[in-house]
């Protein structure tokens, strides 16, 4: 079977077109490097600031010089996020990633009150004309006899516990019935549903969640702690009662900070 030549030379162009457009869009893919930066507030760095890259969903924790390391390339989102500052997302351009180490700025949070308007109250310089407008709220006198009369009888000689007095009977060896029935009715009395109830948010235990959802870079780099340290420590931070509610994802933040808080703990027990 004879095919046509014209046909058979652009068979040929589109096949070659085809494998000059998958060249082309693997060169686009550049390799992501090592970005190093440093956070500061008003030239003070800051610590302990999660850096999120968006697009690969990994993070690094700034040290106590402000310093951090994370994987990036050109048009990567990264986000700045801390309990005390404002967070921040910056839109990595070829300029960035040429810096040998690039700052950036953060701002403190601050938390808006709502705006209180306190207006004092008009005065003339008149003292007849402001003594008129000043309001007096007039205090009444108690009478004690008054008040005595209410709690005792008006008896010079009864007290309210005489033991003289006609009809008197001493309790004092007495049983409490009141207290007798408040008990038995603690007995049969449902449990309050209002009574917090505490959820588990995961059903692993502590360390092997831990190491689930945080990065080995964040307990080498940021912790400082050799990879056969990471579990003797996950299981002394088991040990705080807050450990288990920090699993939830949303409190991830919190986790951070709970486990860098407790580093310090951890360390000051080995120098002991």
Known sequence: ?????????????FLLLFVFCVQFGFSQQIPREVLNG???????????????????????????????HIYAR????????????ESKKLILTPSDLKVQLLRIQLQVFVNALDEVVISPQSLTGEL???????????????NNQSALDQLYENDNQSTPDNTAMPGYVNTRYMADFMAIGKKIGKLFRKKDASKPVIIYTSDKIFPEAVQQNLPDSFFRDTLKLNKD??????????????AGQLLDPKRKFE?????????????ALEKE
């Not at 079977?1 to 162009?13: E, G, V």
């Open 74 to 85: 050109e048009k990567d989102t990264l986000v700045f996020s801390s309990q005390s500052f």
């Open 255 to 267: 986790l951070i900070d709970f486990l860098i808080t407790k580093n310090k703990e951890y360390k």
């Open 1 to 13: 079977m004879n095919i046509n030549p014209y046909l058979r030379m652009k068979n040929k162009l």
């Open 38 to 68: 440093q956070i500061v507030a008003d030239s003070i760095s800051v610590e302990n600031v999660q850096v999120l890259n968006k697009n690969t969903n990994t993070f690094s924790i700034s040290d106590r010089l402000g310093h951090f």
């Open 229 to 242: 340290e990471v579990g003797l420590f996950l299981s002394f931070c088991e040990s705080d009662p807050k």
């Open 128 to 142: 007849e004309r402001d003594h008129k407008n000043i309001k007096i709220t007039e205090i009444k006198k108690i």
